[in-house]
């Protein structure tokens, strides 16, 4: 895929659990329930909308950035859902993606179901193979080590303490800062090629999808209004200067 092409529209990509494709107008409702409304889950990550519209002005600035070829952001979708329960993102660190952030956040009801490992593989192999990425830096709260374990099994090298990073309801955080490169994680994929069971977590895979459509109505949201607001969001760091948006926090 060229620039030209994914600039136009994200493509899917596609594992054996899940299927990544462009954040949509639909997925405002699910994305508030399992990220917004669940303090686990939002508690050291940067604040997210806060209600439909501003997910639906979070979409749309997404949109307007994956054209504009600074970010994208990828919704998550088990098979047997159509709706995300978690998303990735991945922004450019300069005018190219040589260097580049990604952030994540999945709902607590597909932890430890291997939702997120395949879904992170699918990503990085993204930002390597398509984006370029030569570096893909993350930021993770010192104190969750949920976060800094999943960035740890990734093979992520642990680089720097960030004093004071992370700003959460008035409380500032220390993050620490994450590294991938190119060159180890096509070294890394190519060693875990054919380790992946599929039959040790359909399970928990539908244990959780069971979970999430008790939460969940059926009919998907329409877009209140085509005006909405942009609504600027980075799932580990605060919008930087120039994101656009109402962002009060600036």
Same mark, same amino acid.
């Given at each position: ?40 889950? $939002?508690?050291?990550?940067? *604040? ?9 002005? @979070? ?6 950035? $994956? ?20 998303? @990735? ?71 720097? /303490? ?42 928990? /895979? ?18 209140? *209004? ?25």
């Amino acid at each position: 895929m060229t620039t030209e092409q994914w600039r136009e529209r994200l493509p899917s990509l596609t594992g054996n659990l899940l299927s990544l494709r462009e954040i949509e107008y639909c997925d405002a409702s699910s994305l508030l329930c399992l990220i917004t409304e669940d303090p686990y889950v $939002r508690q050291y990550i940067s *604040s997210p909308p806060p209600s439909i519209e501003a997910y639906e002005g @979070f979409v749309e600035w997404c949109h307007r950035n $994956r054209a504009a070829g600074t970010s994208v952001c990828f919704a998550i979708v088990p098979h047997g859902l159509r709706q995300a329960v978690g998303m @990735f993102q991945v922004r450019s660190l300069g005018e190219k993606f040589l260097s580049a952030e990604w952030g994540f956040v999945l709902g607590s009801a597909f932890w430890s179901t291997g939702v997120f490992e395949e879904a992170a593989a699918l990503v990085a192999d993204f930002a390597f193979g398509t984006l370029h990425v030569q570096r893909l830096e993350a930021r993770a709260a010192t104190v969750n080590k949920r976060g800094n374990g999943a960035l740890t099994k990734l093979g992520a090298v642990g680089e720097a /303490i960030l004093r004071q990073a992370l700003e959460r309801d008035g409380t500032y955080h220390e993050q620490l800062l994450w590294s991938i490169l190119a060159e180890e994680w096509n070294a890394r994929r190519m060693l875990e090629r054919d380790r992946f069971s599929e039959v040790l977590v359909k399970q928990s /895979i539908q244990d959780a999808i069971g979970q999430m459509q008790q939460h969940l109505t059926v009919a998907a949201p329409k877009r209140s *209004s085509p005006d909405t607001p942009l609504y600027p969001f980075f799932i580990g760091a605060r919008a930087r200067p120039g994101d656009g948006g109402n962002d009060s926090s600036e």
